[in-house]
């Protein structure tokens, strides 16, 4: 299929600013920033690149149809017309998911039989009525009567790079990992300190991004199971890294999650991750760099009122010891966020496990 259409990578609401710049900088075409995400312009080729190349996206969809639809029958029609042999495999099971909204077809249901018949008589393809990791999810949405086809091109979400095996306690996505260091203007070429590292996930996207590694080479998607013969996109060699990545935590598992996890990742070489708590921090050798962190908030692990001595010695530790760096922390708890004594700015508020968090910046 030798087309261009728009392509939506989806972001958590927030930080859409910071996906658009990721985007712009790997040059896909006509980017423009979306409630949720990103959109650009692009063919099969494209998908498959921001798939294996954007850290910051959640998913990437491929809306790779749109046409009026004013009632059922014009829908199974038009639907029946689409080129679904040059997308879908008959061997590859479908979900079809469609939304109807402020349209003269109204019946979700009604609307999303239509295409499973389209796609069960034109290509065969399984169509399956419960989600499954096997399927291919196809999504339709008819909104002011334009119904617009998209076929999610990603599969599992795409935090998920296939080397965390090991986690702790609310582990931070390595989407919103990589988005919240771009947010406090990390480049790479940077040390880059975590003090409370937990499975190290901060640490290894700075170290990936430095060494220049694909967030999606060590993993499949799901446009792999679609009808098209994708060229493979060149990786590129990892690049020599002069400065290293540093990570502690007070919990011996953390140590041992993180140090396995970034092994796999292919950067254990270049971090190191060492038992200690947050008072005995000591800072690397080299020019000032980059401390970010995601402390307890107490909304899920650890009692609030105990926080706050964590948070203050954590800025008491920085004041005294890391003059000249820059502070990225990540919390919902304003009130602790204050506790350190620094000059924070917060950022907007990010969905993160079902809180609301901020990034916090300051200069030490």
């Known amino acids: 299929m030798d087309q261009t259409f728009e392509i939506f990578a989806s972001a958590p609401p927030g930080l859409e600013p910071f996906l658009l710049a990721e985007v712009q900088e790997a040059g896909f075409g006509t980017p423009a920033q ?12 494209e998908v498959a690149r921001a798939n ?3 850290r910051g996206a959640g998913r990437v969809l491929a809306r790779f149809a749109a046409f009026r639809v004013m009632h ?11 080129d679904w042999a040059a997308l879908l495999r008959p061997d590859v099971p479908v979900r079809v998911e ?5 349209s003269k077809i109204y019946h979700d249901r009604a609307a999303r039989q239509r295409v499973e018949t389209a796609i069960a008589e034109t290509v065969g393809a399984p169509v399956l009525k419960e989600a499954s990791d096997e399927a291919l999810k196809i999504m339709v949405r008819i909104e002011d009567d334009l119904a617009v086809f998209s076929v999610d091109t990603s599969g599992d979400p795409l935090h998920r790079r296939g080397y965390k095996q090991q986690v702790g306690k609310a582990p931070m996505r390595e989407t919103l990992a990589s988005m919240f260091l771009r947010a406090c203007g990390y480049d790479g070429t940077e040390t880059v300190v975590d003090p409370m590292c937990g ?4 640490l290894i996207e700075a170290a990936e991004i430095a060494a220049g590694l694909a967030p999606g080479r060590a993993r499949g998607f799901a446009f792999d199971k679609l009808a098209l013969d994708l060229p493979s996109t060149a990786l590129g060699e990892r690049r020599d890294v002069a400065h290293r990545f540093y990570g502690s935590d007070r919990d011996d598992g953390a140590i041992r999650s993180s140090t396995a996890n970034a ?5 254990g070489d270049l971090c190191s991750f060492t038992r200690a708590a947050v008072s005995d921090l000591m800072r690397p050798e080299g020019p000032p760099g980059l401390v970010i962190v995601n402390p307890p908030y107490g909304a899920r692990i650890g009692n609030r009122k105990l926080l706050f001595a964590l948070y203050g010695s954590l800025g008491a ?3 005294d010891r890391f003059g ?12 602790l966020a204050k506790a350190t004594g620094l000059a924070l700015t917060a950022g907007p508020p990010v969905s993160f496990g079902g809180l609301q968090v901020k990034l916090y910046q300051a200069r030490i």
């Open 52 to 54: 294996r190349e954007l």
């Open 317 to 319: 530790v920085l004041k």
């Open 263 to 267: 092994e796999r990742a292919g950067v």
């Open 34 to 45: 979306v409630p949720g995400g990103v959109t650009f312009q692009g063919g099969w080729a």
């Open 98 to 102: 469609v939304t109807c909204r402020n």
């Open 324 to 335: 000249g760096w820059r502070l990225g922390m990540v919390t919902s708890d304003g009130g």
């Open 199 to 202: 499975s190290g996930t901060f």
């Open 72 to 82: 059922l029958a014009q829908l199974d029609k038009r639907a029946r017309k689409l």
